[in-house]
T-cell receptor, first 112, second 107 residues
Framework: DTAVSQTPKYLVTQMGNDKSIKCEQNLGHDTMYWYKQDSKKFLKIMFS???????INETVPNRFSPKSPDKAHLNLHINSLELGDSAVYFC???????????FGPGTRLTVT | GQNIDQPTEMTATEGAIVQINCTYQTSGFNGLFWYQQHAGEAPTFLSYNVLDGLEEKGRFSSFLSRSKGYSYLLLKELQMKDSASYLC????????FGTGTQLKVEL
C-alpha cells in the first residue's frame, strides 16, 4: 500500500507546454507539500497546504499553480514550461505542519 | 533567514562509526529533522529532535544542542546500504533542508 503516490514518475516535454503532476496520500494527514530538487540535489519547498488551504507559498513563478481538491490530494500544474523547470518534484505529507514528512517517489521532469 | 550547513561528502568503512554534523540558523525553530535519501529515491524520515540531547534509534542516533545551533547524526556498525545522502532540516513552520551529506561506505 503506497502511502504517498505521484503520477507520472517521468515527464519529458517541450518548452512552452503545460503539464500537471498529481499527488495522493492515504495516510490521513492534514498537510501536504510540493518540493523541487534540482541537479545539485538541493531540496526546496514550493508550496504547502493544510486542510486544503494554502499556507506556504515560496517565491515560485506564478506559472506554477497548486490545487488541492481535498485533503488527500495535491496537484501541481505548470504553465509555459521552461528549461530551468527541469528537476525532480517531490510531493510530501505530514500529520501537521511541524511533524515528520513522508515523501512520494518523485516526478522527474525534463524540459527540452 | 534560514541557513543549514553540513559537509558535502564523507567516506567511512563498513562496520565503523560515522558522525555527520549540521549547524543551523533559522528564524523560528520547531525541531531538527534528519532524512536519508538513496540515489534516485525519495527522502525517508530518520529522526527528530526538539529538545537538547541524544535520541537513539537502533544503529542511528541524533543529537541536538539548541544553544549552539548544532546537531549530529551518528551511524554505528556501518553497512554498505547506508551509502546515501543524509539531509538535515530545520526551521519554524517551514522546513529548510541542507544540501545533504553524501556518505560513501567502503569495504
Amino acid at each position: 500500500d503506497t502511502a504517498v503516490s505521484q503520477t507520472p514518475k517521468y515527464l519529458v516535454t517541450q518548452m512552452g507546454n503545460d503539464k500537471s503532476i498529481k499527488c495522493e496520500q492515504n495516510l490521513g494527514h492534514d498537510t501536504m507539500y510540493w518540493y523541487k530538487q534540482d541537479s545539485k540535489k538541493f531540496l526546496k519547498i514550493m508550496f504547502s497546504y493544510n486542510n486544503k488551504e494554502l499556507i506556504i507559498n515560496e517565491t515560485v513563478p506564478n506559472r506554477f499553480s497548486p490545487k488541492s481538491p481535498d485533503k488527500a490530494h495535491l496537484n501541481l500544474h505548470i504553465n509555459s514550461l521552461e528549461l530551468g523547470d527541469s528537476a525532480v518534484y517531490f510531493c510530501a505529507s505530514s500529520q501537521e505542519l511541524r511533524s515528520e514528512q513522508y515523501f512520494g517517489p518523485g516526478t522527474r521532469l525534463t524540459v527540452t | 533567514g534560514q541557513n543549514i550547513d553540513q559537509p558535502t561528502e564523507m567516506t567511512a568503512t563498513e562496520g565503523a562509526i560515522v558522525q555527520i554534523n549540521c549547524t543551523y540558523q533559522t528564524s523560528g525553530f520547531n525541531g531538527l529533522f534528519w532524512y536519508q535519501q538513496h540515489a534516485g529515491e525519495a527522502p525517508t524520515f530518520l529522526s527528530y529532535n526538539v529538545l537538547d540531547g541524544l535520541e537513539e534509534k537502533g544503529r542511528f542516533s541524533s543529537f541536538l544542542s539548541r544553544s549552539k545551533g548544532y546537531s549530529y547524526l551518528l551511524l554505528k556498525e556501518l553497512q554498505m546500504k547506508d551509502s546515501a545522502s543524509y539531509l538535515c532540516a530545520g526551521g519554524g513552520n517551514k522546513l529548510t533542508f541542507g544540501t545533504g551529506t553524501q556518505l560513501k561506505v567502503e569495504l
